[in-house]
């Protein structure tokens, strides 16, 4: 089982539409969640950084994570064309580099 | 704006040829960071590196090589490039602790 499950899609959803992206994770240890967003030939970038259960919202996105499922989710409200990228969730394990799930590529339909 | 610049930001080569990515960061981090992405495809750690003279290999097994003289620049060398190489090529740096990761924008690689 990998670290780090994340469905990669695609999804496409019409404007406006409310997206909830998903991840689970196998180590209970895990403590820090990452989710990045990666448009066409960019590297990653950082979209939301949680630390501890519950949600975290900043904008129209809101970052949720239920350590006792071992699930983290990404909302987006009122989705826009230019949200359409590849979402990457991510958590660090120990002294190792950041492990990252496969990305789920989202497509907004105007 | 990103901190953390490589380039080539394009390259096609030839079978056989050596070539170095560049990568240096601004940021004075002391992580750094070689991942490969194929279109569409999930990110592949190849190499990183904690500090200067420091460097370890990744998951994806590689026959590139990497060196860190430097805290800001983190290069990349493939000595003979065949086509099993053409990819993309991501570079990343962050500071000590579980930092989230800062991504350049890549080096889109075509060996022919």
């Known amino acids: 089982q990998k670290e780090v499950e994340q469905d990669p899609g695609p999804l496409s959803v019409p404007e406006g539409a409310i997206v909830s992206l998903n991840c689970t994770y196998s180590?209970?240890?895990?403590?820090?969640f990452m989710w990045y967003r990666q448009y066409s030939r960019k590297g990653p970038e950082l979209l939301m950084y949680?630390?501890?259960?519950g949600n975290k919202e900043d904008g129209r996105f809101t970052a949720q994570v239920d350590k006792s499922s071992k699930y983290i989710s990404l909302f987006i409200r009122d989705s826009q064309p230019s949200d359409s990228a590849t979402y990457l969730c991510?958590?660090?394990?120990?002294?190792?580099?950041?492990?990252f799930g496969k990305g789920t590529r989202l497509s907004v339909i105007a | 704006e990103a901190d953390i610049y490589q380039t080539p930001r394009y390259l096609v080569i030839g079978t056989g040829k050596k070539i170095t990515l560049e990568c240096s960061q601004t940021?004075?981090?002391?992580?750094m960071y070689w991942y490969q992405q194929d279109p569409g495809m999930e990110l592949h750690l190849i190499h990183y590196?904690?500090?200067?003279?420091?460097?370890e290999k990744g998951d994806l097994s590689s026959e590139s090589t990497v060196s860190r003289i430097r805290t800001e620049h983190f290069p990349l060398t493939l000595e003979s490039a065949r086509p099993s190489h053409t990819s993309q090529y991501l570079c990343?740096?962050?500071?000590?602790?579980?930092?989230?990761?800062?991504f350049g924008n890549g080096t889109r690689l075509t060996v022919t």
């Open positions: 991510a958590t660090p394990s120990g002294n190792t580099p950041l492990v």
């Open positions: 949680t630390y501890s259960s």
């Open positions: 940021m004075g981090h002391d992580k």
């Open positions: 990343a740096s962050s500071p000590s602790g579980d930092s989230p990761l800062h």
């Open positions: 180590n209970s240890a895990f403590q820090y």
């Open positions: 590196s904690y500090g200067v003279n420091s460097t």
